[in-house]
């Protein structure tokens, strides 16, 4: 006889979040979730981005020079799911302006698009001032504990459980009434 279930079981040791990035015709619309952005260097190595691990880093070794990605978690207005955001260096800039103006990115409405319509062309942001209030967004999730998980760099850490996110790699979150 067949198990009915209202939900699939999920492997908690290997949810497979998503990072999103721009796409190359599309604007991202959203309120960030995030105070501010976390960032690292990394490589495109091997088919998969990889963090610089610096000391001995086989890719820095192999000539592959790697390059700033920040991070940022947005509700997205289009899927209505909390997301993890990829952006480049070159844009961080109009962020950090962002905060110092508002004290904080979390609440700010978001708009990201690339300038050239080309899918790894230059990002531009802009801003919509405050759209969401602390109380009606989301908890912020731990994302330096995510990445590293993702990437394979905390090897001790707890694995991520459904409370943490779904298969789709999309962060919970109640929608506000």
């Known amino acids: 006889?067949?198990?009915?279930?209202?939900?699939?079981?999920?492997?908690?040791?290997?949810?497979?979040?998503?990072?999103?990035?721009?796409?190359?015709?599309?604007?991202?619309?959203?309120?960030?979730?995030s105070d501010g952005i976390i960032g690292t260097a990394l490589h495109y190595w091997k088919g998969r981005s990889v963090p610089c691990t610096h000391d001995e880093c086989t890719a820095c070794i192999a000539g592959n020079k790697p390059r700033w990605k920040g991070y940022f978690q947005m509700k997205s207005a289009d899927e209505h799911t909390v997301q993890i955001v990829e952006i480049t260096e070159r844009v961080y800039p109009l962020f950090e302006a962002a905060k110092r103006k508002h004290g904080s990115l979390r609440g700010l409405g978001v708009r990201l698009s690339r300038i050239n319509g080309k899918p790894n062309g230059p990002l531009q942001a802009d801003f919509d001032g405050i759209?969401?209030?602390?109380?009606?967004?989301?908890?912020?999730?731990?994302?330096?504990?995510?990445?590293?998980?993702?990437?394979?760099q905390k090897q001790s850490a707890p694995p991520i459980t459904p409370e943490e996110g779904d298969p789709r790699g999309n962060l919970p979150f109640e929608m506000p009434a």
């Open 1 to 33: 006889m067949a198990m009915w279930q209202n939900r699939p079981e999920f492997d908690k040791d290997n949810l497979p979040y998503r990072i999103h990035r721009c796409p190359a015709a599309k604007t991202m619309k959203g309120v960030i979730v």
């Open 131 to 152: 759209q969401a209030s602390d109380a009606e967004l989301p908890a912020e999730a731990n994302l330096c504990d995510i990445l590293e998980r993702m990437w394979e």
